[in-house]
């Protein structure tokens, strides 16, 4: 991974985090839950930069939401760990799906992105039912079924919004060049959308 790589992977984390605080603020729903859109970012460097570059972005850009549901919220040291581990899958799941399905070599990407970004919640979806039924339990004697049932609606509804949108960036190509640009390693033509790293 080459410095222009790497500052795309702290550009979109550095996204994460900054709309996950706007959406922590504007959207709170119960105590210990609030909207989330810090994918964002991770789904950004899956689509564009591959399972690694995911996976890491996923790592960084959970930062701030296992603060504030971690330290600051219910789910103390576990959710400082355990809500970047979830990200992390996220962006780990969808890079690998746009790999093996060469996305860069299909027509009407937009349309494969929404159902690929679905998709690629589930693992951290399962991660999450982990981690409230049995991590927080466990460790510090919190979480349970209970507070899945406004979680789980909730994470699916934001997938389902942002799937839409990473279709929508996709689709762009004018964005798709931009972010092309910071893999200049790549033998691809900057001109498909998305242009995505092998690894």
């Not at 159902?115 to 690629?120: H, Y």
């Not at 919004?161 to 033509?189: P, T």
Request: glycine share 14%.
């Amino acid at each position: 991974m080459d410095s222009k790589a790497l500052s795309f992977v702290v550009m979109m984390s550095v996204l994460g985090n900054v709309l996950f605080l706007i959406s922590f603020y504007l959207g709170p729903i119960a105590t210990g839950v609030a909207f989330d859109f810090s994918h964002v970012g991770v789904f950004i460097a899956a689509l564009y930069g591959g399972p690694i570059i995911g996976f890491m972005t996923g790592l960084l850009a959970g930062i701030l939401p296992g603060i504030f549901f971690g330290p600051l919220g219910q789910g103390s040291w576990v959710g400082l760990i355990g809500l970047p581990i979830g990200k992390s899958l996220a962006g780990l799941t969808l890079g690998l799906l746009q790999h093996c399905l060469k996305m860069q070599q299909r027509n009407r990407q937009s349309i494969l992105t929404v159902p690929l970004v679905i998709v690629s919640y589930i693992p951290e979806c399962i991660f999450t039912i982990f981690y409230f039924v049995s991590l927080l339990p466990f460790f510090i004697g919190g979480g349970g079924v209970g507070i899945l049932a406004f979680v789980l609606p909730k994470a699916w509804a934001e997938i389902v919004v942002m799937s839409f949108l990473m279709a929508a960036l996709v689709g762009n190509q004018g964005f798709s060049n931009f972010v092309n640009n910071f893999f200049a390693y790549r033998k691809e033509n900057l001109g498909s959308r998305p242009s995505v790293v092998k690894h």
